[in-house]
């Protein structure tokens, strides 16, 4: 179960598309199925990775359904977080899958281009105002209409900073950079009064970054990539005049969350993603830099940040679609969200719940600041992961952005290579 910014994205994304046997055609997927019909009939309900921790709550969930709605059945199916993507193909093109399913936003992608995923806005489009805009619309792919999973839960993370490097260097430690220009200017002037001993950023961009940037990272048809732009080149040029003045950490280009959270403990990067679990590790393994730590938003020069999020999928071929529309709502309801986020470091999807005192109110302790201030952020986020960005693309930008930073390709010359090799990978998807 994904309990921070970084271990989310791990398993979030983790997905691999449907093999092209079970690409669909056609702009609409996922029929009409009606929904007008008694809740009644056996269901599966498919989660991911979840029964080990919760058990229980997922076990009451199901017991209050099925009392609420007397004739229902829900059975409960939990797949490990390894090969999670590629049971779901499995079951796609064997005719197997599960009523209710947990799913992503690349997950739900080849599912409702083969025809398979719900779509929502046909299906229960009056319950689209019980959520937050920014969620609702993360299950939506690009050249279909439609809406294919009731958001579930959120995440997201403030960035934390080093208060101490940041006023050894001249800088206001109490006015942390807000958007990229700001951030590239405070990186630098880091790097320069320290002569090279301290970068302020640890990782490559990826392309949530470019997002953040304000690029556009795809066609609105969603037949290609598009973030090889002025404003794309822009980003990765910037990143190479970080990295060439140290001010972008030279093992970037090999680093992992964990790398780069031990550079930021050692205090030899200045600025670092976490979570509340990392604040507890901080006042254990380095109280110094504990004392000095600052909280603030993502870097983001579009006024909005980052969110990863989880949906709830209905199989359009399920043979109960008044039911399994049904439970894929109460498992993701305001009241029920709202107990699952005090189980576990994550957040609802549903409009209001993010105002609950447990997002807004301190109480001193770490876990409730971070917490706090993810909140806040949620309000407004999005998910700039397109749906279609698949694993493979990822590598190959990640690949092309080392070779700009290199130095062995100009930043123009590397995103139009990850480009064409995006979208050659997108062709392939069916």
Known sequence: MPTSRRTFAAVAVSAFLLPLSACGSGSDGGGSGDTSGKIEGDITFQTWNLRANFKDYFEGVIADFEKKHPGTHVKWVD?????????????????????????????????????????????????????????????????????????????????????SLFKKAGLDPNTPPKTYDELFADALELAKKSNGKVATLANVPTIEDFGRYGVELMNKQGTAFTFNDAKGVQLLAKYKELYDAKALDPQALTATPESSGKKFLTEAVAMNPGSALDLGNFKKQAPNLYKNIGITDQITSTGHVNMYVMGVMVNSRTKHTAASVAFAHWVTDAEHQMSFAKKVAIFPSTAGSLDDPYFTKEDGTDETRVRIAAAKSLKNAVNYTPVLFSEQMKTALRNEVARALQGKESPKTALDNAVKACNTLLQQQG
């Open 79 to 163: 797949q490990p977080a390894e090969g999670y993507a590629d049971k779901i193909s499995a079951d796609a093109a064997g005719g197997t899958l599960p009523d209710v399913v947990n799913v992503s936003p690349d997950l739900v992608a080849p599912l409702a281009k083969a025809g398979l995923a719900l779509d929502l806005d046909k299906t229960a489009g009056k319950y689209k105002k019980e959520y937050l805009a920014g969620a609702w619309a993360s299950h939506r792919i690009p050249g279909m209409t439609g809406t294919y999973a009731f958001p579930w839960y959120l995440n997201t993370g403030p960035l934390f900073y080093n208060k």
